[in-house]
């Protein structure tokens, strides 16, 4: 299932490029089917998607949807050559991509015009990461020194 998805989502990719700038779509077949073998082409593959979003202007919404192939153009082929068992595309990773994805149209399609926003906006990121962190974090107890405790066995 992971390599159909990988073929898949590299297609996808594929098409995504070749909607955009039609002779970018060469580079970017070659680059995908190497990126089933090597990595590094499928990092490429993808920035090579990244480069033709940024030079033909696309919208949000067409940005989003190859964002999302990209993701999981990664995420697949990362994991081709992995033991059996090993699923990238698991419900957390695809709710996870899809909120990003959301949350950034939905930031990109707001009519607001704040100064500030700019310089609030990374650090609100920041805030948000530290406290999904730190509700994930497991806490250890802590001894009558004030060092940690050795793990329970």
């Known amino acids: 299932m992971t390599r159909f998805l990988a073929v898949l989502s590299g297609a996808l990719l594929v098409l995504a490029v070749a909607l955009m700038m039609p002779f970018a779509a060469i ?13 590094v082409s499928a990092v490429t593959a993808v920035l090579l998607a990244l480069g033709v979003l940024v030079a033909s202007e696309t919208g949000v919404l067409a940005a989003a949807a190859a964002g999302l192939v990209a993701t999981t153009y990664l995420l697949n082929t990362a994991t081709v ?22 949350c950034a149209i939905a930031a990109a399609l ?11 906006a990374p650090i609100l990121v920041i805030l948000l990461y530290g406290s999904i962190i730190q509700g994930l974090a497991v806490r250890r107890p802590r001894t009558a020194t004030g060092r940690t405790a050795a793990p329970r066995r």
């Open 27 to 39: 580079p970017a077949i070659v680059l995908v089917v190497a990126g089933w073998w090597l990595r």
């Open 81 to 102: 050559s992995a033991p059996v068992g090993v699923v990238p595309t698991t419900v957390p990773s695809v709710a996870g991509a899809v909120l990003f994805s959301v």
């Open 110 to 120: 707001l009519p607001l015009r704040l100064a500030w926003a700019p310089i609030a």
